[in-house]
């Protein structure tokens, strides 16, 4: 499993678009939280995924991504904010990988690129969010995020299921 890093001009490069999709799509059927339910509305999140590849074409955000040699089976992405007060830290965004590569390492191979590549950036800290229930704070905690604050019922799942939401920070330096 390899971490790489999509340059804006190579956004276009075959398979990426379908590869990451067909991830996006596993894994939220697969009850992962990437922004959607089960089942995947497929038309969303290829909006969804249209949209942040322009905004990586746009050299606006990093696109990480994990492939296996054969095809792309993961993702994550470093956000920019628009605000000039906080150009030393980026949002950590998408991050999934394919269901059929997870809990061999892949994810933590994911993460550690996409450190690695905030630290080439000049960054001083990365901030994510993580739905409450499915223990990912854990999976965080063991790479040196830490819960800085809680939105309570902040994602509604369904009609009558909401969960909590978390915000997690790194600190790079």
Do not use: C
């Not at 001083?124 to 499915?134: A, F, S, Y």
């Amino acid at each position: 499993m390899e971490y790489v890093v999509i340059e804006p001009d190579a956004v276009s490069e075959p398979n990426l678009r379908a590869d990451l999709l067909d991830t996006w799509i596993a894994a939220t059927d697969a009850g992962g939280s990437v922004g959607f339910t089960a089942p995947a509305p497929v038309h969303l999140v290829a909006e969804t995924l249209d949209l942040a590849l322009d905004r990586v074409a746009a050299g606006k955000d990093l696109l990480g991504v994990l492939h296996n040699g054969e095809r792309y089976v993961g993702m994550g992405m470093l956000v920019s904010s628009n605000s000039p007060l906080n150009p030393h830290w980026r949002t950590v965004l998408r991050v999934m990988v394919h269901p059929k590569y997870q809990g061999g390492g892949a994810g933590r191979i994911l993460m550690d690129g996409l450190r690695r590549s905030a630290v080439e950036l000049g960054l001083e800290q990365l901030m994510l969010t993580v739905r409450d229930g499915n223990s990912l704070e854990q999976f965080y905690g063991k790479l040196g995020y830490r819960v800085v604050g809680t939105h309570p019922r902040a994602v509604r799942v369904a009609e009558d299921d909401y969960r909590d939401e978390l915000m997690l920070v790194t600190d790079l330096t």
